[in-house]
């Protein structure tokens, strides 16, 4: 493993910053070690290494003066595959797409590369970024580092797997039912889901608050230089923030401790299952923190109803993404992507009225909880790393869940509340398989979310332990 893979994406970018090493010497690095370790790992799909080294020499000659302070002077990253970089093979792990080349960048790439960022590559991810297992008919499955026989997540598991493996410091994602946060407890890596708008989006429903794109990373200071370099206003995109942003990474940089955090393992009840060691993790946690002499008390906002109105919303989602493709292409398209359309195409007007009113009472519930706490803290998912070649967990210690998403209800239920929530390695099983948590925040609280959540990352001690070579 060459000493530039163990740096931080902050320790990189300073080191680019002073000359000590180019961006052609990172790129180098990252297509070693992605050489060295992507065939056990299946993370990075598509690479385009003769692009990055032709950006790296542009900037290489640029003048260096008037770089802004969250310039990433060449750092290399990694794009998921259902985001467009011009020039480059962009599938959405479809067969409908197979042999697409994007004809221009996402704004979220163009946004990353006009500050210095370089794109390397495309991770892989679910079709359509459709479940909670990174697999598809074109490029095959996503293994986790910690162990090859375990599912990395998804959607964002190439990006997540490639992370932890250290093929690059930095990757994309982004997070509808937990497209960031699952892929990242998996892999013990870190990312954030941002509030809806702070990263610009082109979606065809452009009042949607569901899907967001995010950042990415090992630490939680590189996440937030990141979200840095992705979060700002964009005209096109009406939830985007005007006001000008504070520098996320400066209070990534100043940890403070909450004062006031509610834990819950199960959302009070919102999972119908929880495994007994991500119990157990929650539990160690509220422990420790009330040892810091932190007030901790089991708690969230009411989200019984989050879950069962977010699958309806989701529903409508899929109807304008997906419903156009279905008639000269549904024998090209898994099972669960058909289900998700179909099940979109069957509501009623009435079902979608009502669940964007329920989503409307989640969201000032959650206002109303975030007056008095200062977090949340959940588990990222219910259960630990299941095999790879499992499609989805369909039960858990003989619970059995009501459909694909039943054992993604945690993710689900947080979505709906349009809270900023942090991913962080939250621990491991007895048999060493990551575990991870979400910390959510007050809406558009996303710099107090990141000096606590850097706080919680050095009392937990965690974020060290990668990258690793698979196993």
């Not at 923030?241 to 959302?267: E, I, K």
């Not at 946690?285 to 019984?304: N, W």
Request: one cysteine or more; hydrophobic letters at 45%; charged letters at 20%.
């Amino acid at each position: 493993m060459h000493e530039f893979i163990k740096w931080t994406a902050t320790e990189a970018v300073a080191r680019l910053r002073s000359g000590e090493v180019s961006p052609l010497e990172l790129i180098d690095a990252a297509e070693r070690r992605i050489a060295d370790t992507n065939p056990r790992i299946n993370a990075m799909v598509t690479l385009c290494v003769e692009r990055a080294r032709e950006h790296a020499r542009r900037l290489m000659n640029e003048p260096r003066a008037d770089r802004a302070a969250n310039f990433l002077h060449g750092l290399p990253i990694a794009v998921k595959d259902n985001t467009d970089v011009e020039g480059v093979r962009c599938t959405s792990g479809s067969r409908v797409f197979e042999n697409r080349i994007a004809p221009g960048s996402d704004p979220v790439v163009k946004r990353l590369e006009a500050h210095g960022a370089i794109v390397i590559g495309k991770t892989n991810l679910p079709e359509f970024a459709a479940g909670g297992n990174t697999f598809n008919d074109v490029f095959g499955a996503t293994r986790n580092p910690w162990d090859t026989r375990m599912s990395a997540s998804g959607s964002s598991g190439g990006s997540a797997a490639a992370l932890a493996a250290g093929q690059v410091w930095l990757a994309t994602g982004n997070d509808f039912g937990g497209s960031i946060r699952t892929p990242a407890a998996f892999c013990s890596v870190s990312g954030l889901r941002p509030s809806p708008g702070m990263v610009a989006r082109l979606q065809k429903q452009p009042f949607n608050p569901l899907s967001v794109e995010g950042p990415m990373a090992r630490t939680v200071a590189d996440v937030a230089l990141m979200f840095d370099a992705e979060a700002g206003f964009d005209a096109r995109d009406p939830l985007s923030p005007r006001a000008p942003l504070p520098s996320f990474a400066q209070c990534a940089a100043q940890p403070r401790r909450p004062l006031r955090v509610a834990v819950s393992a199960d959302l009070c009840g919102v999972a119908p299952v929880v495994d007994r060691e991500v119990r157990a993790m929650i539990e160690a946690l509220a422990g420790r923190l009330a040892g810091e002499g932190i007030i901790v008390e089991e708690a969230c906002p009411d989200l019984r109803d989050a879950t069962r109105h977010f699958l309806t919303l989701r529903g409508a989602v899929y109807i304008a993404r997906i419903a156009p493709l279905l008639a000269q292409n549904r024998h090209l398209l898994k099972p669960e992507v058909i289900e998700n359309t179909d099940f979109g195409l069957g509501l009623k007007l009435e079902d979608v009225v009502a669940a964007e009113i329920a989503q409307g009472e989640i969201i000032r519930r959650a206002a109303a909880f975030f007056e008095k706490y200062d977090l949340l803290i959940c588990p990222a998912t219910l259960c630990p790393p299941f095999p790879v070649e499992l499609r989805y967990p369909e039960r858990w210690d003989g619970v059995a869940f009501d459909g694909y998403m039943g054992w993604l209800a945690l993710t689900c239920a947080v979505t709906m509340t349009a809270c900023p929530v942090l991913a962080l390695p939250g621990g491991f099983t007895a048999g060493g398989l990551p575990l991870g948590l979400q910390v959510v925040g007050a809406q558009r609280g996303e710099a107090a979310l990141f000096a606590q959540g850097a706080w919680l990352e050095s009392l937990l001690g965690l974020a060290r332990l990668t990258p690793l070579d698979p196993r």
